[in-house]
């Protein structure tokens, strides 16, 4: 098992990267991007009388495989190197990208409703099993979130501001290059941020949801100069 930093969420990388190539002879290699979206099942307890919830989680980054990061270690920055592991691959999206979340809550009713987002940020994982075809790790990261929920015996809708940690166990299956998915459970241990809160959030100032979800990742290539 080995801890790595995990910045699929940000374009860190990609600045910190594009910034030291842009110094040396750049040259058009092919570059994967993912395309993951799939059904999300949360479980958000207090909130609304009722606890489960659907959405979805989306995964939408460019791809440095282990063989583009070997091929091209040398314009990786001395000073960042020891931050690559060159037999894994690192995602990247530019800085933009943020503003998109992770896991969508999507969830009406007819007696109440919610409605809301999650951003896990940056983080640090642990792999548990790695082969060429399955990978099965752990992703701790902080967390942005926001919840919209509406319910007929309350007079006023209520918007919810958190900010924590999210815990994430993932399995992913390849099938090709092409087509990968990923089977996961996150938790999310969240501190609230805004006053205008449901009387169940107000006495702990804290709130939780797990989610269960499962990505369908489409890859395909785009020609980029580095």
Do not use: C
């Amino acid at each position: 098992m080995k801890n790595l930093i995990n910045i699929s969420s940000i374009g860190m990388l990609l600045v910190l990267t594009s910034f030291s190539w842009a110094q040396k002879a750049k040259k058009e290699i092919e570059i994967p991007i993912n395309i993951g979206i799939g059904p999300a099942f949360f479980w958000i307890p207090g909130v609304v009388d009722r606890e489960l919830h659907t959405g979805a989680q989306l995964n939408l980054y460019a791809v440095l495989t282990p063989k583009i990061l070997q091929e091209n270690q040398n314009k990786i920055p001395k000073q960042y190197k020891k931050y690559v592991n060159l037999e894994n691959e690192m995602h990247i999206s530019p800085i933009w990208m943020t503003l998109i979340p992770e896991y969508l809550v999507i969830s009406p009713g007819e007696d109440n409703s919610i409605y809301g987002a999650f951003w896990p940020i940056i983080g640090v994982s642990m792999d548990f099993v790695k082969t060429e075809r399955i990978e099965l790790k752990a992703v701790l990261t902080p967390t942005i979130s926001y919840l919209y929920a509406f319910e007929d015996k309350e007079p006023d809708s209520q918007h919810i501001v958190g900010a924590g940690l999210f815990l994430r166990l993932a399995n992913t299956i390849r099938f090709s290059d092409n087509f990968l998915t990923t089977l996961a459970y996150g938790h999310d241990f969240a501190v609230v941020l805004n006053e205008r809160l449901l009387h169940s959030i107000t006495k702990d100032h804290f709130f939780h949801a797990g989610v269960l979800s499962l990505v369908f990742h489409f890859r395909f290539g785009v020609m980029q100069k580095i």
